[in-house]
């Protein structure tokens, strides 16, 4: 790893946030922020009372560093790291997170429903075929249901059908879950899910009232 130049508390920033750049876009994440940060790389020179002032605060103290002093370790990356992601906190954006995790919940709450009441229809409807005197043309396993829609699926059809299928002739039906606790399961593991975390931000900020400086300052005194 390169050391951080200390020449300057402005050179030291721009460096630090241009090895950050670096990781995201090697990573591919915070894509949203790499604008940000160019024009931050770019325009250093009119950051250099407030780089002069975090470092003053810090020291010259890199997260990356072997440095014993946690504390100013970390102080550093989140100061500079909340300058560049302070746009998350733009009010349009956050009023968007917010009706969009409403609409997520809204439909978590009805894929639930949905699987709940198929579950029961498809009990209702093998009850009635098995007590009704009627027939199909043919019937549906969970295995069936594998393989007709892992055939859609190229590397399920080449390398894992035929090794289901082996299963499936070694143990008969009654090994098998049905087609209703299959889709049972999907009611009962999506109702135990908590409420949608965002990757960018707070539960804190998605719950409270529309303000983006009170939303920022929230955040901001979470991470640290």
Same mark, same amino acid.
């Given at each position: 790893?390169?050391?951080? #130049?200390?020449?300057?508390?402005?050179?030291?920033?721009?460096?630090?946030?241009?090895?950050?750049?670096?990781?995201?876009?090697?990573?591919?994440? &915070?894509?949203?922020? &790499? #604008?940000?940060?160019?024009?931050?790389?770019?325009?250093?020179?009119?950051?250099? %009372?407030?780089?002069?002032?975090?470092?003053?605060?810090?020291?010259?103290?890199?997260?990356?560093?072997?440095?014993?002093?946690?504390?100013?370790? %970390?102080?550093? &990356?989140?100061?500079?790291? @909340?300058? &560049?992601?302070?746009?998350?906190?733009?009010?349009? =954006?956050?009023?968007?997170?917010?009706?969009? *995790?409403?609409?997520?919940?809204?439909?978590?709450?009805?894929? %639930?429903?949905?699987?709940?009441?198929?579950?029961?229809?498809?009990?209702?409807?093998?009850?009635?075929?098995?007590?009704?005197?009627?027939?199909?043309?043919?019937?549906?396993?969970?295995?069936?249901?594998?393989?007709?829609?892992?055939?859609? =699926?190229?590397?399920?059809?080449?390398?894992?059908?035929?090794?289901?299928?082996?299963?499936?002739?070694?143990?008969?039906?009654?090994?098998?879950?049905? *087609?209703?606790?299959?889709?049972?399961? =999907?009611?009962? @593991?999506?109702?135990?899910?908590?409420? #949608?975390?965002? @990757?960018?931000?707070?539960?804190? %900020?998605?719950?409270? *009232?529309?303000? =983006?400086?009170?939303?920022?300052?929230?955040?901001?005194?979470?991470?640290?």
């Amino acid at each position: 790893m390169t050391n951080l #130049p200390q020449t300057s508390p402005t050179a030291f920033c721009k460096a630090f946030i241009e090895r950050e750049l670096e990781d995201y876009k090697d990573s591919e994440i &915070w894509m949203s922020a &790499w #604008p940000v940060m160019r024009r931050i790389v770019n325009r250093c020179e009119e950051l250099s %009372v407030a780089f002069d002032e975090i470092i003053k605060m810090y020291g010259y103290s890199d997260v990356k560093s072997s440095s014993a002093d946690q504390t100013s370790k %970390v102080a550093v &990356w989140l100061i500079l790291e @909340h300058i &560049w992601l302070g746009r998350s906190y733009d009010k349009d =954006i956050i009023i968007q997170a917010r009706e969009n *995790r409403k609409a997520l919940i809204k439909t978590n709450k009805k894929v %639930v429903q949905l699987a709940e009441e198929l579950a029961e229809a498809l009990r209702e409807q093998d009850s009635m075929y098995e007590t009704y005197g009627f027939s199909k043309q043919s019937y549906q396993s969970s295995i069936n249901m594998l393989e007709q829609a892992g055939q859609k =699926i190229f590397r399920y059809s080449s390398f894992v059908s035929d090794k289901v299928q082996r299963l499936y002739s070694q143990y008969d039906l009654k090994y098998w879950p049905e *087609r209703a606790d299959l889709i049972e399961e =999907i009611a009962t @593991h999506e109702r135990n899910q908590s409420t #949608p975390q965002h @990757h960018e931000l707070t539960d804190e %900020v998605l719950n409270g *009232r529309e303000s =983006i400086a009170k939303d920022f300052v929230i955040s901001f005194d979470g991470f640290f």
